[in-house]
Nanobody
């Protein structure tokens, strides 16, 4: 069992930046692929990024590349999502998830956090 807790969300003006964190506890964090997803009101959960257990491989939704950066610190059992040049359409609840393979499909991830709200004002 892995417990995940996101933090770092908030209300930000368009053009600003945020760094989301996801702290893991429980089973060995370093053995899992970690992903970030987001879900806006009335929309389906959307893949944002994922990172391999070593951090050596990452994957992003193409439209978000360049503004979003995923990273991890296995010593701190934490995965991060840096978001730059925020846009109002980035407004969503952001979730981190742990799984066994890099995938854009939410059902591939076994453990989920409760999410952190990001709201971008124009």
């Amino acid at each position: 069992q892995v417990q995940l807790e996101e933090s770092g969300g908030g209300l930000v003006q368009a053009g600003g930046s945020l760094r989301l964190s996801c702290a893991a506890s429980g089973r060995t964090f370093s053995g899992y692929v970690m992903g970030w997803f987001r879900q806006a009101p009335g929309k389906e959960r959307e893949f944002v990024a994922a990172i391999s257990w070593s951090g050596g491989r990452t994957a992003y939704t193409e439209s978000l590349k360049g503004r979003f950066t995923i990273s991890r610190d296995n010593a701190k059992n934490t995965v991060y999502l840096q978001i730059n040049t925020l846009k109002p359409e980035d407004t969503a609840v952001y979730f981190c998830a742990a799984g066994e393979a890099i995938s854009a499909s939410w059902w591939s991830y076994k453990y989920w956090g409760q999410g952190t709200q990001v709201t971008v004002s124009s």
